[in-house]
């Protein structure tokens, strides 16, 4: 492997890895804001006692995130010095934004919420937690307003063959993050409702008498997750038609539209190589029309397919490299093919996962052994969705690490073999991989113990309303 591969690797396993904290930060971050504001309405004890379970569980993922995070920061220069160099001027005003003001606004708040149950009055102490919570969400979209820049390059000036920001509000408020950061937020609330769904009907499995914290919880989550899934289809067609319009050549990789076709049916599974030229020809199953459908509301228009937009990528961009190498316009079939549809149908596992959870609260039934299993195994489906995802959206823009875009600024774009540190050897950027690869799995053994014993944790409703411990959030200490 050469040094590019290796340094791909490595920040697709660190992201990912790294993502699977953050959408579930994001979610129950507002939902157990959500439950310390009905305990402060209502002074129900199970309520507070929700908020104190559930808060065990987002201090824990958010401690581990912070940590996984900072790394991000560290590759970028290690592996990716002129790729840096190159957003350098445009990514400095959002991730500036994101850690002097929603960070430090969100880590603040989260730390006077964890050590302030004794010390301010519930007033106080909740709006601490809506702040940590809502500063949650605006990190996020100052995240995703960055990330956003790479597919669709805005509000620059090329000076010197680099990109200048001249319009701040113009990448913060770029078409892309718009349509991005509502599915973002749709998944994490998904996450979120899942995990509430599956531990709360263990929790109920083991012990029939819970003054009705996990059954509570449970109807929340499954509701959560229904809503949030449907929010998540809507926002994502939403985000497909943009990226027909900026990307083409990405939605053409995940559909394995080789040939442009009019109208085009959408492949629900193929059986074969479907990276091999005549790629349509092992689809099994096809919709017919629906993804000219997907793509422009009508179903009888016409979709540009693979092999027509690697001439006319070649034609404005270039056929080779500037060291002579050809350029490979078409992004890892397979990947991106699968990928796309194995995140829908985790989603729909997921989603269907909360709508019995629903059935069974309606019936009045207690989640019995099956469902506890499908439950708890039904955890992982809506954090698999996440990461195929975003493994789509960043393997579909190959081989440019910022996409040009018909409607970005013209000029404005980068290949992903020119953004990797010129300076690194392929032994120094795999002693990296391993080093790195080894701390991340120690990490995840630790935030494993710590969220399984939270989990068991017994759930205590005989505490005054008015002075709940902070014992409870010993660990934060």
């Not at 592996?79 to 959002?94: E, K």
């Not at 979209?141 to 509000?169: C, E």
């Not at 996450?191 to 003054?211: E, P």
Request: charged fraction near 15%; glycine fraction near 10%.
């Amino acid at each position: 492997m050469n040094v590019l591969d290796i340094a791909r690797w490595q920040f697709a396993i660190l992201t990912v890895y790294h993502f699977v904290m953050v959408p579930l930060t994001i979610g129950l971050a507002i939902l157990v804001a959500g439950m310390q504001t009905a305990w402060v309405r209502t002074g129900n004890p199970r309520y507070l006692a929700m908020t104190r379970f559930w808060g065990r569980i987002l201090l824990i993922n958010f401690a581990m995130g912070v940590v996984t995070g900072i790394v991000q920061e560290f590759q970028f220069g290690m592996a990716w010095s002129d790729y840096s160099r190159f957003v350098g001027d445009v990514f400095g005003a959002p991730l500036a934004m994101e850690g002097l003001i929603a960070f430090f606004v969100e880590s603040t708040f989260l730390g006077l919420w964890i050590f302030g149950w004794d010390r301010l009055s519930k007033g106080v102490h909740l709006a601490c937690i809506w702040a940590a919570a809502l500063a949650t969400n605006v990190s996020a979209y100052f995240i995703l307003a960055a990330n956003s820049w790479m597919q669709h390059p805005v509000g620059v000036q090329l000076v010197d063959g680099k990109p200048r920001l001249t319009d701040i509000w113009a990448v913060l408020g770029n078409s892309t993050v718009l349509a991005t950061f509502p599915h973002t937020l749709a998944g994490a609330f998904a996450v979120a409702g899942t995990v509430l769904v599956g531990i709360s009907a263990w929790r109920l499995w083991k012990a029939k008498t819970d003054g009705g914290v996990f059954r509570s919880s449970l109807k929340l989550g499954a509701w959560v997750g229904v809503a949030a899934f449907l929010a998540v289809a809507i926002s994502g067609d939403a985000q497909a038609k943009l990226m027909f319009q900026q990307q083409p050549m990405k939605m053409a990789a995940a559909e394995a539209l080789c040939h442009t076709e009019q109208p085009a049916g959408f492949s629900v599974f193929a059986i074969g190589d479907v990276s091999q030229p005549n790629c349509e020809s092992v689809k099994s199953i096809e919709l017919p029309g629906l993804l000219s459908f997907l793509a422009n509301s009508d179903p009888g228009s016409k979709v540009t397919g693979v092999t027509d937009l690697v001439a006319q990528y070649r034609a404005k961009y270039g056929a080779t490299y500037p060291n002579g190498a050809a350029v490979d316009y078409v992004p890892v079939l397979p990947v991106t093919y699968w990928a796309f549809r194995l995140m829908i149908g985790f989603g729909l596992l997921a989603a269907a996962g909360c709508a019995l959870a629903l059935w069974l609260i309606r019936r009045g039934r207690s989640p019995g052994r099956w469902f506890v299993r499908l439950a708890l195994i039904g955890v992982a489906t809506p954090f698999l969705a996440n990461a195929l995802g975003w493994i789509f959206t960043e393997m579909g823009r190959q081989p440019f690490v910022v996409a040009p875009n018909p409607s970005g600024v013209d000029g404005v774009w980068m290949f992903t073999a020119q953004a990797v540190s010129g300076s690194l050897t392929a032994g120094e950027a795999l002693t990296s991989v391993l080093v790195l690869s080894f701390v991340y799995g120690i990490l995840a053994v630790v935030e494993a113990v710590l969220v399984v014993r939270a989990v068991r944790k017994p759930v205590e409703l005989d505490e005054p309303d008015d002075t709940p411990s902070s014992d409870v959030f010993t660990f934060a200490y």
